[in-house]
């Protein structure tokens, strides 16, 4: 195994995470390259002063969830540890949509460090996304419902790091601002008689 915190093994790292999700965009209008958000979680994770670990396993942390990917694969390539962090952000898919999302409420405050950091950048930057290019087929209740939901998640994954909740905190104000903004033009009344 080589160092974790090689310029190396992280582009290693991205490499295998871009070609796992290669066929996979993120659902906003635009459609982004999907490891666009990967690299962003991880960027986040290391500019907040992530464990190399934790980096590496942002950076997989919908392979397994998305991609199919196993978490044995998962060792062999990138550790036990990575595989493990990666392990615990994944959601059990042979439940229902409503379950597993109440499940991250629930089970966020016994997540590992490592695991709250990743699953706070993942949360950022979906509400991120979720201000700069919400999908198009989601309307007002659905984007508000989600945001109040991350912030429920967020609360239990409190602790682990400052500066990931700073940033978490920031982008969920961003997202219900841009809510409010389109909620308040909707509402506008068209002042010609
Ligand atoms: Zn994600």
């Known amino acids: 195994m080589p160092h974790r ?8 790292t991205a490499l295998f995470a871009a070609r796992a999700h290669a066929d996979q965009r993120r659902k906003g ?6 490891v666009n958000h ?7 994770v290391a500019a907040h002063g992530g464990p190399p670990e934790a980096v590496l ?4 942390h919908d392979a397994v969830e998305d991609a199919g990917v196993r978490v044995e694969t998962l060792r062999a390539e990138f550790g036990a540890e990575v595989a493990a962090i990666v392990a615990e952000v994944t959601d059990d898919k042979s439940l229902p949509k409503g379950t597993r999302k109440e499940l991250q409420v629930q089970h ?6 490592a695991a ?15 201000a700069e290019s919400p999908p198009a087929d989601w309307d007002d209740a659905r984007r508000l419902d989600y945001v109040l939901w991350a912030k429920r998640v967020a609360e239990g994954l409190r602790g682990a790091s400052p500066g990931l909740e700073a940033a978490f905190d920031a982008a969920a104000a961003e997202a ?9 033009a909707s509402l506008r009344v068209d002042p010609t008689p």
């Open 5 to 12: 915190d090689d310029t190396a093994e992280i582009l290693r």
């Open 29 to 34: 209008a635009r459609g982004e390259p999907y």
């Open 38 to 44: 990967l690299l962003e979680v991880a960027a986040l």
């Open 57 to 60: 396993a942002a950076l997989l």
């Open 108 to 113: 966020a405050a016994a997540k590992s460090a």
């Open 116 to 130: 709250k950091r990743v699953k706070l950048a993942d949360k950022t930057s979906n509400l991120r996304a979720l």
């Open 176 to 184: 219900l601002a841009s809510l409010r903004v389109e909620a308040l």
